[in-house]
C-alpha cells in the first residue's frame, strides 16, 4: 500500500468545467505539495501547505490542506487546455528528509 | 537561467553496455537528487548527495552509482545495462532549512532511457 493515494487516477473533462483531485493519506504530515507535470518535462512545484486547514490559491487552482494533516485536495475552476498535466502530491519525511510521492491524478482538459 | 539541467535528454543503448547521465544546478542547493519514473509515472528515489556524502540510498542494483564532483552537479553512471533499466530519470536538488522554509525540488527535464 502507498503512504500517499491520489484519486482520480484519470481524469478528462471538458473546458471551462471544475474539477477536484484528492491526495489522501492515514498519517500525518507536517507539510504537503503539489505538483504538476507536462510530457516530457520534471514535475514543477506548484505549492506547499503547512498548516491544517490551510488554503492557498494559484490563479484558478485552490489547494486545501486537511485540518489534521492527513489528507488535501486540488480545485479548479474553469479548467483550461493549458492545465492538462499529471498532478502528483509529496510529503517530505522529517526522519531522512525523503520526499514521498502519491502515484498523481492524469487530467485532460479539452478543447 | 538558474536551473537543474540535465543531458543527454534522450539515451538509446543496447544491453550490457556502460552509460552516464550528467546533473548540474546553479540554485545553490545543498541536496541533489536521482529519480527513475517508470511507465506508469510513479516516482522512485534512488539517490541523494548532501555536500557531497550519500545521505539516502534506495534499494537499487549496484550496477547504478551516483558521482557527485562538487555541490552543484550529480552524474549517474549505469554498468551493463538491462532492459528493465528503460525508464525516465530525473535529476532534481532542494535547499533544506527545515519544514517551514522548504521550498520543494526544483527538476531537470529528465532523460529518457531505452535499453533494446
Known amino acids: 500500500t502507498q503512504l500517499l493515494e491520489q484519486s482520480p487516477q484519470f481524469l478528462s473533462i471538458q473546458e471551462g468545467e471544475n474539477l477536484t483531485v484528492y491526495c489522501n493519506s492515514s498519517?500525518?504530515?507536517?507539510?504537503l505539495q503539489w505538483y504538476r507535470q507536462e510530457p516530457g518535462e520534471g514535475p514543477v512545484l506548484l505549492v506547499t501547505v503547512v498548516t491544517g486547514g490551510e488554503v492557498k490559491k494559484l490563479k484558478r487552482l485552490t489547494f486545501q490542506f486537511g485540518d489534521a494533516r492527513k489528507d488535501s485536495s486540488l480545485h479548479i475552476t474553469a479548467a483550461q487546455p493549458g492545465d492538462t498535466g499529471l498532478y502528483l502530491c509529496?510529503?517530505?519525511?522529517?526522519?531522512?528528509?525523503?520526499?514521498?510521492w502519491g502515484a498523481g491524478t492524469k487530467l485532460i482538459i479539452k478543447p | 537561467d538558474t536551473a537543474v539541467s540535465q543531458t543527454p535528454k534522450y539515451l538509446v543503448t543496447q544491453m550490457g553496455n556502460d552509460k552516464s547521465i550528467k546533473c548540474e544546478q546553479n540554485?545553490?542547493?545543498?541536496?541533489m537528487y536521482w529519480y527513475k519514473q517508470d511507465s506508469k509515472k510513479f516516482l522512485k528515489i534512488m539517490f541523494s548527495y548532501n555536500n557531497k556524502e550519500l545521505i539516502i540510498n534506495e534499494t537499487v542494483p549496484n550496477r547504478f552509482s551516483p558521482k557527485s564532483p562538487d555541490k552543484a552537479h550529480l552524474n549517474l553512471h549505469i554498468n551493463s545495462l538491462e532492459l528493465g533499466d528503460s525508464a525516465v530519470y530525473f535529476c532534481a536538488s532542494s535547499q533544506d532549512r527545515g519544514s517551514a522554509n522548504y521550498y520543494g525540488y526544483t527538476f531537470g527535464s529528465g532523460t529518457r532511457l531505452t535499453v533494446v
Open positions: 509529496a510529503v517530505r519525511m522529517d526522519s531522512n528528509y525523503q520526499l514521498i
Open positions: 540554485l545553490g542547493h545543498d541536496t
Open positions: 498519517s500525518v504530515f507536517s507539510s
